[in-house]
T-cell receptor, first 112, second 115 residues
Framework: GNSVTQMEGPVTLSEEAFLTINCTYT??????LFWYVQYPGEGLQLLLK?????DKGSNKGFEATYRKETTSFHLEKGSVQVSDSAVYFC???????????FGSGTRLSIRP | EAGVVQSPRYKIIEKKQPVAFWCNPI?????LYWYLQNLGQGPELLIR????????DSQLPKDRFSAERLKGVDSTLKIQPAELGDSAVYLC?????????????FGPGTRLTVL
């Protein structure tokens, strides 16, 4: 079936460190891929997305590239800030069921 | 523009009691979703509405859960009777239509605690 596996947290980094949160997926066909972010006390927000192989989604300094050959969509940021502290969810959308499947989330904490 | 509104934000009840959650989607959004989010997990879809029609309720435990979306706008999710295992965050989301290019906007959720 369709599923998303992402790196377990929590991840704790110092400000200005490089961030990678790994995400791999299993899916039939060619799903669209997303990263959502959930800041403390707020609802999930779409951070970035990619709809086909080799697409790169980017927003707020975050990037992720849709890698069909490795079925991955790793989230990266070159220099994190304290305000990036949140829970990050990798997700896929598969058209046949018109449904989003979310990973279990990775909590990120950034130290000043 | 107002986002997705949910109420209450928190609810504590005893097991076997009924509970209801309310959601007001973003104006003009035809598609409405209810998700269940257990602690340390990602959201899981319970039900999806296109206007007032429930087009996917395959994951809704129909013995105790029910939902409605009157007039294709606001929606209510009900649990009767609640069980201990229902303690979770219930999220509502909406989108203009339903597809990979249609961003889902999430509300802040209702955190339910069943004692």
């Amino acid at each position: 079936g369709n599923s998303v596996t992402q790196m377990e947290g929590p991840v704790t980094l110092s400000e200005e460190a490089f961030l990678t949160i790994n995400c791999t997926y299993t899916a039939t066909g060619y799903p669209s891929l997303f990263w959502y972010v959930q800041y403390p006390g707020e609802g999930l927000q779409l951070l970035l997305k990619a709809t086909k192989a080799d697409d790169k989604g980017s927003n707020k300094g975050f990037e992720a590239t849709y890698r069909k050959e490795t079925t991955s969509f790793h989230l990266e940021k070159g220099s994190v800030q304290v305000s990036d502290s949140a829970v990050y969810f990798c997700a896929l959308f598969y058209s046949s069921a018109s449904k989003i499947i979310f990973g279990s989330g990775t909590r990120l904490s950034i130290r000043p | 523009e107002a986002g997705v509104v949910q109420s209450p934000r928190y609810k504590i009840i005893e097991k076997k009691q009924p509970v209801a959650f309310w959601c007001n989607p973003i104006s003009g959004h035809n598609t409405l979703y209810w998700y269940l989010q257990n602690l340390g997990q990602g959201p899981e879809l319970l039900i999806r509405y296109e206007n007032e029609e429930a087009v996917d309720d395959s994951q809704l435990p129909k013995d105790r859960f029910s939902a409605e979306r009157l007039k294709g706008v606001d929606s209510t999710l009900k649990i009767q009777p609640a069980e201990l295992g229902d303690s979770a965050v219930y999220l509502c989301a909406s989108s203009l239509e339903d597809g990979p290019s249609d961003e889902q906007f999430f509300g802040p959720g209702t955190r339910l605690t069943v004692l």
